[in-house]
């Protein structure tokens, strides 16, 4: 019965319709002023929201979700800005000039468990598009980032994620120390027959460096 | 305990009347045919007389004059120069009234009957009383002489069974008398959660109505429900069957065309029954779609009879039928006039339902609840204004918000039907609002406009002063959302049947005008962002309408 009624009402004469999707996301624009190549706009929490702003420093985001959200502008290696904004349906918000605020430093420095070798890897600000990889001596990552808090991924090959948190002041300096262990923390199911081991540790059949 | 006299008089073969025809604003011309009159009275005439004087159970007091009731309601229906009655059997005896012999001799009463024109008599002169049936809804009861009145419902004949047992009679003026009531005092007796009940209530009792039994009637009661119905020492029978006996012999014959029909029986006995009470018992009557005067229980149509006036509606009931100026009769009932053309008046106090000039003609019969609806207004006119809109609450922030609106609507009355109505409406709305698809974002702003236009076909109640009415509705509604912001311009419309029902309801404030309001509720289906959705959508209106 219930189905014949939803097959009567589904044969009803009804036409057009309406169209919602436009009203749930809106624009946002602005102008940075000193700007270099690694300039970029993103939306915190929707990394795939980028953009990078053109020689001027203009830029728009398009697709913006409504409500409140936050916009993390990096403008240059010294400069940048966290900014809250109320997004609404189909309406463009306009930041005019934005202006820059020093940026913080964030050092990560990675190590691995049981003289296993660091090979690449990288660290991401999670909710960011913001990526680096690890290098130097002391596999370091750093990010020059507006004021705020922040969640560091660590991914090398051969080794389990690791994340760490902080938060950071306006041009603040942030350090933190990451050390990762093989995948499930049992050494010897990849291991140094992935990383290879430390200078002087050789790498054993059961796969640990000694 | 005195007895208590219920009559109910079931006729049936809607034959014969006069067709009332009117002009607004002119003479009423009422006509009957020759033929039409010549088949109303036509057929053989049957009649099965029932008297239980006693119960074999001792609760019941005898009665005194059942049988002499039957006795003498015979000898008339008998009577060659008045009955003329082809067959007239009398139950009497205990042996004959037990439940099962009523049932019995109603079914030989119905078998006896081969045309539609024969006229069928059933009487009874009994106890009468309520009980629960089966299913613990309260039923009248026969006290047959078997009855036993600590178990009423398996062993009383319940009164329906009477009009039923009839029904497979070809009759279709089936007459079917019971001088029976049903009060707790007078001529029945109740169980006492029955009689408790029945004290603790002011109003009705909610009993199912005599007619759901047998369409094909007249329900002509010796006294209104729980009104006491009596036997007289000095009229040595029942007092309304006294008076319908006195009818029977020539005394009720009104128009004076040499037959006494049911309804002008009833009538002279109705008055002098509520007269020798005091106005303690108030006979009264019904009539229904398919039975109607003239049924003639005694005597011959000789002649054309005086023209006749009448009306047994419960909404008339109370008005004073006025002709000429001069007041004839109080309603429920009739009069009888001469030929010829006159001023017919319904009223009531200062209130008059009905002036109009009427042309009768002789031998016309005229029912005056016809008449007057004809003279009624017959449909409304409504400036309505209200609200619509969605019913849950996802809709109404991203779809469409509530709306104010409107309109006109247009009701028909009497459409076909009685009771049937047909609602015309038109309303439209619009404003200005915002679309919320987020809490924390300021809402989307727009403007829009609608139409609904919709049709009903309603059944309608009518009282005095209030009609209410309700059925299946079916509308067109049409939204259009209009959208200016910085990343959107444009219209998007969309057009959806909404099939629903009505709900409404008017008071008359004068014949004229009236307050109405309604409740539309309806589905509609609606596409968003390509997908179609079943959505509840209503609407409340109030508005003041002109009856023409």
């Known amino acids: 019965m219930k189905r014949l009624l939803l097959i009567a009402l589904c044969a009803l004469p009804a036409c057009g319709g309406f169209e919602n999707e436009p009203f749930k996301t809106g624009i946002v624009r602005g102008q940075l002023s000193g700007v270099d190549a690694t300039a970029l706009i993103s939306v915190v929490d929707h990394e795939e929201l980028v953009t990078r702003p053109d020689a001027e420093g203009r830029f728009e985001l398009a697709g913006v979700p409504l409500g409140n959200v936050e916009l993390l502008a990096i403008i240059n290696a010294r400069q940048s800005r966290r900014l809250a904004v109320t997004v609404a349906g189909a309406t463009v918000v306009e930041l005019g000039a934005v202006e820059a605020k020093p940026s913080a430093k964030f050092e990560i420095y990675v190590s691995a468990a049981g003289g296993l070798r660091l090979t690449g890897g990288t660290v991401s600000l999670v909710g960011t598009p913001l990526r680096v990889n690890i290098r130097g001596s002391e596999n370091e990552a750093e990010f020059y980032v507006p004021g705020g808090c922040y969640t560091a991924l660590v991914q090398v090959p051969g080794l389990a994620e690791a994340t760490t948190s902080g938060c950071i002041g306006d041009s603040g300096f942030f350090e933190r120390r990451v050390e990762l262990s093989p995948p499930d923390g049992s050494p010897g199911q990849e291991g140094c027959a992935v990383t290879g081991c430390l200078t002087g540790l050789t790498c054993q059949v059961d796969r640990t460096c000694r | 305990m005195r007895l208590a006299t219920l009559l109910v008089v079931g006729v049936a073969a809607a034959v014969g009347c006069a067709h009332p025809t009117g002009e607004k604003g002119g003479l009423v011309t009422v006509r009957a045919s020759a033929d039409e009159v010549q088949k109303a009275f036509s057929g053989r005439r049957f009649a099965l007389l029932i008297g239980i004087p006693k119960s074999r159970d001792e609760h019941w007091q005898p009665l005194r004059y059942a049988t002499k009731d039957v006795e003498d309601l ?36 119905a078998a006896l009957a081969t045309q539609p024109e024969d006229v069928v008599v059933l009487y009874v002169s009994a106890h009468g009383t309520l009980a629960r049936d089966a299913r613990g809804e309260l039923e009248r009861y026969l006290v047959t002489s078997d009855a036993d009145f600590h178990h009423v419902s398996q062993t009383g004949l319940p009164i329906d069974a009477l009009s039923k047992g009839l029904e497979a009679s070809r009759s279709r003026r089936r007459v079917v008398v019971l001088a029976t009531c049903h009060s707790g005092s007078g001529k029945s007796l109740l169980p006492e959660d029955v009689a408790a009940e029945l004290a603790s209530r002011k109003g009705g ?116 039928l006025r002709v000429d100026g001069i007041e004839r009769a109080e309603l429920p009932g009739g009069a009888a006039v001469g030929a010829g053309a006159h001023r017919v008046e319904l009223t009531k106090g200062d209130e008059v339902l009905f002036s109009e000039d009427v042309d009768l003609d002789v031998g016309a019969r005229v029912d005056l609840d016809g008449l007057a609806r004809k003279k009624e207004p017959f449909f409304a006119m409504t400036a309505t204004g209200g609200a619509f ?80 009415w309700f059925g299946p509705r079916v509308a067109g509604l049409w939204v259009q959302r209009s959208f200016s912001l910085d990343a959107y311009q444009g219209t998007q419309s969309a057009f959806s049947f909404t099939p629903g029902v009505l709900l409404g309801g008017a008071l008359h404030l004068t014949p004229r005008w009236e307050l109405s309001v309604g409740l539309q509720g309806s589905v509609v289906v609606v596409a968003v962002d390509g997908v179609s959705q079943t959505l509840g959508f209503a609407g409340a209106w109030a508005g003041v309408g002109y009856r023409f």
């Open chain 2, 74 to 109: 015979g000898a008339v229906l008998q009577d060659p120069l008045r009955g003329r009655f082809a067959h007239v059997e009398s139950l009497i005896t205990p042996e004959d009234t037990t439940r099962d012999a009523v049932r019995a001799a109603v079914a030989r009463l």
């Open chain 2, 205 to 320: 009792v909610g009993l199912r109505p005599l007619e759901e039994a047998s369409r094909a009637s007249i329900v002509l009661s010796a006294s209104d429900f729980l009104e006491t119905a009596r036997e007289d020492e000095t009229l040595q029978n029942d007092v309304y069957t006294h008076w319908l006996i006195e009818a029977l012999t020539g005394g009720g014959d009104r128009n004076g065309d040499g037959a006494v029909t049911a309804t002008e029986a009833h009538d002279y006995a109705r008055r002098r029954t509520w007269v020798f009470s005091q106005g303690r018992q108030r006979p009264s009557a019904e009539l229904f779609e398919v039975g109607a005067d003239p049924v003639v229980l005694t005597g011959d149509v000789r002649r054309g009879g005086q023209p006749e006036l009448y009306s047994y509606v419960p909404r008339l009931d109370g008005f004073t």
């Open chain 2, 389 to 468: 809109g969605f019913l849950d609450a996802t809709s109404r922030q991203q779809v469409l918000p509530i709306s104010p609106a409107v309109g006109v609507s247009v009701r028909f009355e009497r459409v076909l039907l009685k009771r049937l109505s047909v609602e015309l409406d038109l309303s439209g709305f619009g404003g200005q609002g915002g679309l919320t698809f987020n809490p924390t974002s300021p809402a989307v702003p727009f403007a829009w406009s609608s139409v609904l236009a919709g049709v009903s076909l309603a059944y309608q109640w009518d009282w005095r002063w209030v009609s209410v």
